[in-house]
């Protein structure tokens, strides 16, 4: 059986990315949607617009322009800890 990939979740709840790490994405994202993808101290890597792609809710919301920016913050950041980091 393959290894399961871990979620950005599965590596902060193992403390190899910080809350701070998925905030600062998370910032840079909202700033630049074109943003490159965000390495994390860890070595992972997490392409946020791809997580945001493959997050129903959060493609939803990031595409209405009535979604307020704490909503578009938070439906991010979701995005960002569900989402599956290129391993290092």
Known sequence: M??????VGDL??????TDEEIEAATAAYLK???AKPVAFTSGHTVD????IEMHPQAKKLQADEST???LRRTMVKTAAIV???VPK
Do not use: Q
């Not at 393959?2 to 979620?7: F, L, Q, R, T």
């Not at 902060?12 to 990315?17: N, T």
């Open 2 to 7: 393959a290894k399961e990939i871990p979620s």
């Open 12 to 17: 902060r709840r193992k403390a190899e990315v």
């Open 32 to 34: 630049d949607e074109a």
């Open 48 to 51: 946020l617009a791809k997580a």
């Open 68 to 70: 307020t920016p704490g």
């Open 83 to 85: 989402g599956f980091p």
